[in-house]
């Protein structure tokens, strides 16, 4: 029986292996492509410039992307759904991540505004990724890895570089950082998110590469209390990126590379 402080951690990883195998979860995803100024077909022709799985039509509709602007026309056959509601006329989409989320059958797919562009993201629970997913691999807890740290905010947000997935560079403004102490050293991470909803932290450390996925993995944290903030690196995870090749993942900024292993969280191998 485990120890009364390993359960949550326990729980709390069974329901993120959920979640990653959820029929729309990151394991689903099968395409991501850039839409181009004008008219972009959509379907699983191979001329079709957002390409859907092949056992999807081979032609559904139309993106037309004019400056900020994006339309979505169906073609007269196509059985379109969106919010549940057949799409027979031109329709207005947003860029929101899955807040305007089209549907063909069991594939879903939405637009994504990436850098200075815009892109299609499709999701199909019969992915090979995802039904060919051998479950998650962990370090075994341990205590030490549950550490306090102290959240410095900055006086001023900075704007931090981080690379991504795509090999372009993401320019994200931070709140501040989290201090902490670690092998007899001050460490500080650059976090994203806010006080009041906690914080997200893309990291690096020694393992990567050798016991976990080489760019990097994340970590989320509960809100800080009196800017004390509790470090959990039993819940470290592999970023979606480690999953799919269609994923868009941030990866660590040099500020955020820590010169020391943390054999904590998620472990990866191919």
Not at 4 to 12: H, N, Q
Not at 32 to 54: C, E, I, M, W, Y
Not at 200 to 217: H, L, M
Not at 245 to 258: E, G, I, Q, V
């Amino acid at each position: 029986m485990k120890n009364g402080w390993e359960k949550p951690i326990i729980e709390w990883r069974e329901s993120f292996e959920r979640n990653r195998r959820a029929p729309y979860g990151w394991l689903s995803l099968v395409g991501l492509d850039f839409l181009n100024p004008g008219d972009n077909t959509v379907g699983s022709a191979k001329t079709a410039q957002v390409r859907l799985p092949t056992h999807c039509p081979p032609e559904v509709g139309i993106l037309s992307l004019k400056e900020e602007y994006i339309i979505f026309a169906p073609s007269p056959s196509a059985n379109i759904y969106f919010r549940n509601a057949s799409v027979t006329e031109p329709i207005p989409l947003t860029a929101e991540e899955e807040d305007a989320v089209l549907e063909v059958g069991n594939v879903r797919f939405y637009v994504l505004r990436r850098g200075d562009g815009f892109c299609v993201r499709i999701k199909d629970p019969a992915a090979p990724s995802r039904q060919g997913y051998k479950g998650m691999q962990w370090f075994d807890p341990k205590p030490e890895w549950v550490m306090s740290g102290r959240f410095c905010p900055s006086e001023h947000p900075e704007t931090i570089e981080f690379p991504n997935a795509l090999g372009g560079i993401d320019r994200v403004l931070v709140p501040g950082a989290v201090e902490f102490t670690l092998g007899n050293q001050t460490h500080l991470l650059w976090v994203q998110g806010s006080q009041d909803s906690g914080f997200f932290i893309v990291f690096g450390d020694d393992t990567n590469g050798r016991e976990t996925y080489p760019p990097g993995r994340f970590l989320w944290t509960a809100s800080p209390r009196d800017n004390n903030v509790i470090l959990d690196f039993n819940r470290a995870v592999s970023p979606p990126c480690a999953l799919t090749d269609f994923a868009t993942c941030p990866y660590p900024p040099a500020k955020n590379r820590l010169a020391l292993p943390i054999e904590a969280g998620e472990r990866f191998s191919r």
